[in-house]
């Protein structure tokens, strides 16, 4: 036991007598943690780094056209601003704005026409950052919306709607091309609504304005939003989710590094002088191990205290459970270092193909962006990635508040993982300097 | 103590060691004397168990090494070639940990790093970290920290390698003391001066093959000649050094710098013979002394190649 403990004690007085690497180990993680979780919600996710970035140029001026722009402006989810032509076609090309919206002349006029006759429609132009097309679509929707109300609500209240109704009539009378069925209908149609906007302005000359249409035509159902979390009236913590991502990320390259550093080790004298030791192959991979697992554990929760502390990230599932995710991706990752010095050949060469490999199972296992963002056929290859299990056992027991029950699978696969890299580190450890 | 028998290694076509035998009693020091890649440091990994042998064996005290936490490795101290030391950690500190490998702590560790201390000197800066030492004071701590759980053995793997001469007279200090202990030491080296002054015997290897096993005075007698006699002369107009040559015991005689260097077979009965001709017939001289060929003539007899610039 005094060799093991020795050996355990040695490796982690070496990590923590470098302080500078120590600083930086777990600083760029906490900052790059930081970051992505402002990016991605923050602390409650209607941060106004989510608001889309739109400009709106209202070559039109009109009632209509004033209406639709304030329409967007009080949308939630953008952040309007007035524009020209030329102008937002600088700034959405330099990729400041998501979209401009172009509103053309002569924009009222033609949609109160188009609404009823479905003739010479408007266009409104739309000019987009073709990196945003999810956006765009976003911007679209809200449009459409705004566009329907503004419009119906001037047809049916405004002054200009009662012109366009009349306009609108004497147009459907003149047309030879409404059939005699059709004029009829629409003749009735156009009929009501004049009767009804002649009513409405001569309530609204005795009393405010009131009723169902006086704001327009709406979408007729509304949504009730509810974010499920850990439970009522505990909001989304995006940081929850960027902190076990670069807390997974950074502890794979300290596995690496565990790795490298063994290879390196084993062209030294250190290496001869442990080898001639009475001491087995089991204790020299096996203190590394656990040398390793504690520094990764370190890491973590430097990384979550961190993140506890400053953003308020709870694990509000099952500790234990969170505890064991901690516990099973330290071992995974330790084996994993193990198993980078078993396979690899000369520490350079291996420090690139483990880079690599590092790079991938982080981008696979979602912690930079959360897999749901994958394809289907992705997501379910990922299931062969470690660190899609631990990184889907952390959110589990952070921000979702899930049981220690969720927290069983990604646990036990993790160990598996570790078996697997271990076994793989043992058979294939080279313990002889010549290889 | 400890016999290598018929060691053979090799890492696909290249053999590195061939058939190598040689023993060490207790008490003794064995000189393994070869140039840079003679196979001195194959064997001395064999010996230590770093490297298996593809055939032969090492028997220490007539046992064999059989796994790797054999007890038999305790009575083995390995020096490696390469520095073996954490720069991060302080001297005890890192003697802590190498005697914590031997299951070495508590009081009876630190008086055992006490006691490796003050033997290479360096007792004074047990509390430096090693990164601040200078090349020499690594190489005696690299010495201590292989002392440290009393091994009977000490292999010694080229431990001047890269050191001032001050330092190097340390360490020789420092073996020298081991010696007095009873330690057995297996020295590898390429300066013949450090076997000729450590060794009690010496194993010439090249081509990771024993070319020679002998005590330096056995060694010396393979040689044509033993000894050389350098006579001073006080004049040296018309003086001709083949007429030396006819004496009995002569083997060699050559004039340079007003100096003769006779060489002889058989000091005591060559020498007189000499310095009595010289007289005999005129030829004055005003010093004379004798002088062994070295270790390096000896690798240059047995193999006709210098031992600096073998290959």
Known sequence: MIPFLALVRKDLRIFFNDRKAVIIGLVVPIVLASFFGYMFGGQGGDAATSKLAVLV????????????????????????????????????????????????????????????????KPEIGLLYDPSHKMELEMVKGILSGAVMQTVSKEMFNGSSGREMVNDSLARVENNPEIRAGDRKVLRDLLGSVKELNERRAAEQTATPAQGSLSGG???????????????????????????????????????????????LLRQTGLWQRLRAAPL????????????????????????????????????????MGFVGVCIAFSLMTAAFGLMIAALGGTPEATRGFSVMATLIMVMLGGAWVPTFVFPPWLRKLTLVVPTRWAMDGLDAMTWRGFGISEALAPIAVLLMFALLFGTVAVMRFRWRAEG | ??????????????????????????????????????????????????????????LIDGRQ??????????????????????????????????????????????????????????????????GTFSGGMKRRLNLAAALLHDPEILLLDEPTVGVDPQSRNAIFDNLEALQKRGKTLIYTTHYMEEAER????????????????????????MLPITNVIAIELDRVDGFAPEAVLALPEVKSAELSDGTLRVGVHDLSGGAPGVLRWLTENGHAYHHFSSEQPDLETVFLTLTGRSLRDSK
């Open chain 2, 198 to 221: 450590l060794c009690d015997r010496i194993v010439i290897i090249d081509h990771g093959r024993v070319i020679a096993d002998d005590t330096l005075q056995g060694l010396h007698k």
């Open chain 2, 65 to 130: 090494v059989k796994s790797d936490t054999d007890p038999v490795k305790l009575k083995i101290g390995l020096v490696p070639q390469d520095m073996a030391l954490y720069d991060q950690l302080s001297a005890r500190d890192n003697l802590t940990f190498f005697a914590a490998l031997y299951s070495i702590s508590g009081a009876k560790a630190r008086q055992a790093i006490d006691d490796a201390l003050n033997l290479v000197g360096l007792a004074d800066r047990a509390g430096d970290k090693v």
């Open chain 1, 57 to 120: 140029i209202d070559e039109d001026g009109s009632d209509i056209s004033r209406s639709l722009v304030s329409s967007l402006a009080g949308d939630k989810n953008l952040d309007v601003k007035p524009s020209t032509v030329d102008g937002a076609k600088e700034v959405v090309r330099k990729g400041k704005a998501t979209a401009a919206i172009v509103i053309p002349k002569n924009f009222g006029q033609d949609a109160g026409r188009a609404l009823f006759t479905g003739a010479n």
């Open chain 1, 280 to 319: 087995s192959r089991t204790m020299l991979l096996g203190s590394r191990t656990v040398s390793a697992a504690l520094i990764a554990g370190f890491i973590l929760t430097a990384i979550f205290t961190f993140a506890r502390v400053v953003f308020g990230v709870r694990v509000l599932g099952s500790f």
């Open chain 1, 217 to 263: 035509l709406t979408m007729p159902f509304e949504t009730h939003e509810e974010a499920l979390t850990s439970g009522n009236n505990v909001a989304y913590n995006g940081y929850a989710h960027a902190f076990a991502g670069m807390g997974v990320q950074f502890i794979l390259f300290m596995g690496m590094d565990v790795g490298i550093a063994l290879l």
């Open chain 2, 1 to 58: 103590m400890l016999e290598v028998n018929g060691l053979t290694k090799s890492y696909g076509g290249l053999v590195a060691v061939s058939g190598v035998s040689f023993r060490a009693d207790r008490g003794e020091t064995i000189g393994l004397l070869g140039p840079n890649g003679a196979g001195k440091t194959t064997t001395v990994s064999i010996i230590a168990g770093l490297l298996s042998a593809d055939s032969g064996e090492v």
